[in-house]
């Protein structure tokens, strides 16, 4: 009886531990320029000559990751609620983006600099958007979030909203029109021309040397 218990406990280790160990899943999918990353997902954007990607999962199975794409745009979701220690990764290859989303909680990042000639940034509660970027005109709004950006833009016109927080020191600009509403906070470096508004507790701070400043509300320069 004893030996039979042990062998129970045992086989229930063994399934345990296989439950435990990371899933992995290849698909392929249509032509897509927009991504959105929905609750919990983790997204890494790799630039290739075929749109396809990956999907790695830990304690959860794969079909609880659904991919799929409307319009031009390809979604990425959970089919069931996050559980405890559930880790969803999705490495996602693109020709082209013009349109990056994160849904609450969720967290997008690229293995490379992201090149376009416009691209729209989103960011919702408690998500985060980090990215290298070369683009010539970059719009972004965030919402109790974190979007940070490095490399270089000619214009940029961004909201932060709610505790949202833009960390754009280290990404240059000529223009930018940046906003920080209800303690949204902003960094930002522009060298021609910034416009910056605030209101109820935003803040922005900005360097660069702009040769031209539009200012309302808690706008100050980088010490």
């Known amino acids: 009886m004893k030996k039979i218990a042990l062998l129970c406990i045992a086989i229930i280790s063994v399934i345990n531990v296989i439950a435990q160990e990371p899933k992995s899943q290849s698909r392929n999918v249509g032509s897509f ?18 749109e396809k990607i990956r999907v790695d999962i830990e304690n959860a199975d794969v079909t609880d990751v659904i991919t799929e794409i409307k319009g031009r745009k390809l979604e990425i979701k959970l089919k069931t609620k996050i559980y405890k ?33 416009n691209l729209d940034l989103k960011a919702g509660t408690g998500s985060s958007i980090i990215l290298d970027l070369d683009v010539k005109n970059l719009s972004a709004s965030l919402s109790s979030s974190k979007i940070e950006v490095v490399g ?45 508004k605030t209101n109820t507790g935003g803040k922005i ?11 309302k509300g808690n706008i100050k320069r980088d010490e």
């Open 33 to 50: 320029n927009e991504i959105y990353a929905g609750k919990g997902v983790n997204v890494t954007l790799i630039e290739g000559d075929k």
């Open 85 to 117: 220690d559930m880790s969803v990764m999705v490495y996602a290859t693109y020709k082209s983006l013009k349109a990056i989303s994160a849904g609450t909680g969720a967290f997008i990042t690229s293995d490379n600099v992201l090149y376009a000639e």
């Open 152 to 196: 270089k833009v000619d214009f940029q016109d961004v909201t932060s909203n709610t505790g949202g927080r833009y960390i754009a020191n280290k990404l240059t600009s000529r223009e930018a029109i940046i906003k920080a509403y209800t303690g949204g906070v902003a960094w930002v470096n522009a060298s021609d021309k910034l416009e910056a």
């Open 205 to 215: 701070t900005y360097s660069g040397n702009p040769k031209e400043l539009i200012s």
